[in-house]
């Protein structure tokens, strides 16, 4: 699962200015959103290519950021592209309404329907007044990034044997959201751990 981060972006007021939204293959930078035939690329990797005959290149790695797949596009130097506009906002994630999760804006008040598709493997670390940043564009949702880690609570798992630190074993636990941790073997229900919303690892007890 990839997070791409779009800290460098800065939001564009009105895109029918002249040049608004414009640049060329010089300015592209990890994480810059481009439009291409309609579609948002995120660029992951890009490389200026300078060959011995012909004229440069960029060779790049996209990743589609609604449907998550990864292409490999190359442009000639000073290719004009578009680029998009990606409004993070952060927001607090209230419920889930059918397939829909719930989010609202803490600054305006704005409540927003959220994919469960687009919220993908998030859901297993979301909990109710949790906060994430929510990325959209012209209003639709992107994608949601939550915090590297979030202490959950272990709902159920297997009693574990106290001597049991020094084997460093590990069984699955079920956390409050109804995901599935592995954590060691000394862990027992009812206690709060940390847990990496980026692979889904056991951290530590928070």
Request: with cysteine.
């Amino acid at each position: 699962m990839c997070h791409a981060s779009f800290a460098g972006q800065t939001p564009q007021s009105d895109r029918k200015e002249t040049h608004t939204g414009m640049a060329t293959t010089n300015d592209l930078k990890n994480g810059l959103v481009l439009n291409l035939d309609g579609e948002l690329w995120a660029v992951v990797e890009f490389q200026h290519v300078k060959p011995g005959k012909g004229g440069a290149f960029v060779r790049t790695t996209l990743k589609n950021v609604l449907s998550g797949k990864v292409v490999d596009r190359t442009f000639n130097a000073g290719t004009k592209v578009d680029t998009a506009t990606v409004d993070k906002r952060t927001m607090q994630f209230l419920y889930v309404d059918g397939e829909d999760y719930i989010f609202m804006d803490l600054d305006t008040y704005d409540q927003i329907h959220v994919p469960g598709a687009t919220v993908g493997e998030n859901a297993n670390y979301l909990l109710p007044e949790a906060q994430a940043v929510v990325a959209t564009h012209e209003g639709v949702p992107l994608y949601v990034e939550l915090p590297t880690s979030v202490v959950l609570e272990i709902t159920y798992t297997e009693p574990g044997l106290q001597g049991d630190r020094s084997t460093g074993g590990n069984k699955p636990a079920t956390v409050e959201t109804g995901a599935t941790v592995m954590v060691p073997l000394f862990i027992s229900n009812g206690e709060k751990i940390k847990v990496d919303t980026r692979d889904g690892r056991y951290l530590g007890r928070a």
